[in-house]
């Protein structure tokens, strides 16, 4: 029986885990934690699961990440019955997915849905957390594990005159579950971010007119969609556990890509011409390891921009426009690469029209449309693609403390310090699913959550079998795990760069790279040396002591 089903079967007050959200992570963490035998409840805002998957519904939504990497390992069965329909599945598709990921594995009974964690408190005694959710419910948990989500926060649209506006407004983050007019219509999309880039095809199909408010423009590279042919199928499922093995000895186990790259100068100028081209014409995210050094030499990053601009030019047919499409503000790859279907096709189409912002601003929203410097666009719908609080937006929402009264946020406040990415000082016994620190969104995500989970998992089991009641990182080690996280990413061209990724303290400037970019190879390594070591550099305690 559902727990939703209060009426009948009130929701017990105590777990041993509380899980807060039910997309892929959460999902595989209740999983997880109920075939360890402990009690665990699942916390989720929306009405169903999925996560991103659910909330992002927007017309061309689709995985930039290869299906056939970009699901489940945990079960090979699981792995081997589900036929994914195309290279890169689109979002009804991976919704079904995880739909039948928590009816297989009889999951959807342990999620209390539209229920949201507002309040968790530590408390030493008792070692656990008190938790208040937004429906009033009063629980507690030995463990806080929060699935919630690095890009689950979304940015709300926040322009002047929006609400005078008498036509219609979504955000593509949280688009209707609902039939959305588009046929017909004079449609504006403001922002051209990966979600702006994967929606602005689809809905100039159907758009009577299609306008793009550009605010800067982004690389983008051809998915190159298409069905996955029996044999690759075959050739995938052939040894799971092989397969999985083998894509976490990558660095983001993404299979989209050449394979391993030299530096740009062990090519000659035909052989990185080839190599260019061959990446152009396989698609996908591995134009990001076309050669190993793109991310920290300057000269060769230029090479595969240089090469993805004259690609933009010999698409786009207005140079006007080709060269509005083209971007020099930051290189490429410094900010996520967009991956999609007839983007820059799109702007060939008479029915679209691009507007730099950035040079010709957005004034305001009108009752009819968009104000421009220039210009006044009549516009019926308005889709915002204006992108998330990534990585801590889901954490600040919520009120967390621990026993002094602090908060991750107040913790945090000159950035994220992590443990692994995974614990934070200060915290005992919660848990950050792919948290900053950990390669995370670098990464493919499920895997990513699932190492987080396996890593987890036995921390708990350590704990059982050592009469430990709580855990958190040693500050030391908490400290030496950021220097790590920091020391990876010195040489990032990235760093430099204004992008999600990278923290900034307003008052001296200091930027941190939240992602640790070691690779997701070297990341799984480390954590089976910390878990062998006895989980070297978490503080184990027992309740109502000081030692966690
Ligand atoms: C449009 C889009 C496309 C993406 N494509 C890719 C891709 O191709 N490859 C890739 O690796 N990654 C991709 N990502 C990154 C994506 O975040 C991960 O792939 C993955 O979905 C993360 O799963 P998750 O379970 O960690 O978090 P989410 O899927 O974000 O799930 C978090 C859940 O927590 C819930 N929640 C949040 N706060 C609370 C609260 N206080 N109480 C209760 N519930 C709460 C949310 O409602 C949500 O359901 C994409 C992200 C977006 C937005």
């Known amino acids: 029986m559902a727990l939703q089903d209060e009426e009948t079967q009130p929701a017990p007050t105590a777990y041993d885990v509380i899980v807060v959200g039910a997309g892929l992570g959460g999902l595989y963490a209740l999983k997880k934690f109920s075939d360890l035998g402990l009690s665990v409840l699942a916390l989720e805002r929306a009405e169903g699961v999925g996560g991103v998957w659910f909330h992002n519904r927007y017309p061309g939504a689709r995985v930039d990440v290869e299906s056939l990497d970009y ?58 957390y008190d938790v208040t959710t937004s429906t009033g419910l009063a629980l507690r948990c030995r463990f806080l594990v929060m699935a919630t989500g690095n890009l689950s926060a979304a940015r709300k649209p926040d322009f002047p005159g929006l609400d005078s506006f008498r036509g219609e407004w979504v955000q593509a983050s ?66 799971v556990p092989a397969r999985r093995k083998a894509l976490l000895q990558t660095r983001a186990a993404i299979s989209s890509n050449l394979g391993p790259s030299l530096a740009f100068a062990a090519y000659t100028p035909e052989e990185r011409q080839a190599r260019l081209e061959a990446q152009w014409a396989l698609g996908g995210q591995g134009m990001n390891r076309v050669f190993a050094d793109q991310g920290i030499e300057q000269t060769a990053n230029d090479a595969v921009a240089d090469f993805v601009r004259a690609k933009i030019r010999e698409t786009v047919k207005d140079p006007a426009t ?44 009108t009752a009819t449309g968009i104000q421009t410097a220039s210009t006044h666009h009549e516009i019926d719908l308005i889709v915002f693609a204006i992108g998330f609080h990534a990585f801590r937006g889901a954490l600040d929402q919520v009120d967390i403390r621990n026993e002094h009264g ?25 848990f950050l699913l792919t948290g900053p620190g950990s390669p995370s969104v670098l990464a493919n995500m499920v895997m990513m959550n699932e190492e987080h989970v396996n890593f987890t998992a ?72 910390v878990a062998e070591n006895g989980f070297q550099g978490f503080a184990f305690g027992q309740a109502g002591s000081d030692a966690a």
């Not at 039948?100 to 964690?117: E, M, N, Q, S, W």
């Not at 689809?202 to 982004?218: D, G, I, K, M, Y």
């Not at 500050?475 to 220097?483: F, N």
């Not at 010195?490 to 200091?510: F, Q, T």
């Open 322 to 365: 080709a060269e509005r499409l083209c971007p020099y503000d930051h290189p490429i790859g410094s900010r996520r690469l967009c991956v999609d279907t007839d983007y820059y096709q799109t702007y060939n189409r008479e029915n679209v029209t691009l507007v730099d912002i950035g040079a010709d601003p957005i004034e305001r929203i």
């Open 406 to 430: 602090e908060t991750p946020t107040t913790y945090w406040h000159r950035g994220p310090r992590t443990l692994l990415g995974l614990m934070t000082s200060g915290f005992p016994n919660l």
């Open 458 to 529: 036995g921390l708990i089991a350590h704990m059982t079998a050592n009469g430990f009641a709580t855990v958190q990182p040693d500050p030391a080690a908490e400290a030496a795990w950021g220097e790590t996280v920091a020391q990876a990413a010195a040489k990032l061209l990235r760093l430099g760069v204004k992008n999600y990724m990278v923290h900034v303290n307003a008052d001296d400037g200091s930027r941190i790279f939240m992602p640790y970019v070691g690779g997701l190879d070297r990341y799984t390594e480390i954590c089976r040396d």
């Open 174 to 239: 949280h688009w209707p579950d609902r039939q959305v007019e588009l046929a017909g219509r004079r449609i504006a999309v403001i922002g051209t971010g990966s979600t702006g880039v994967q929606a602005i095809p689809v809905l100039a199909e159907q758009a009577r007119h299609l306008t793009v408010f550009q605010r800067s423009p982004n690389f983008s590279v051809p998915a190159r969609n298409g069905p996955i042919d029996a044999a690759k199928f075959q050739d995938a499922t052939a040894d």
């Open 71 to 128: 699901c489940y390992y945990f079960s090979p069965e699981l792995y081997r019955e589900w036929r994914w329909s195309e290279r890169y599945a689109g979002q009804p598709e991976l919704l079904a997915y995880l739909n039948h990921v928590a009816d297989r594995f009889d999951l959807r009974g342990k999620i209390l849905f539209r229920t949201a964690l507002t309040r968790a408190q530590w408390l030493p005694e008792a070692a656990s």
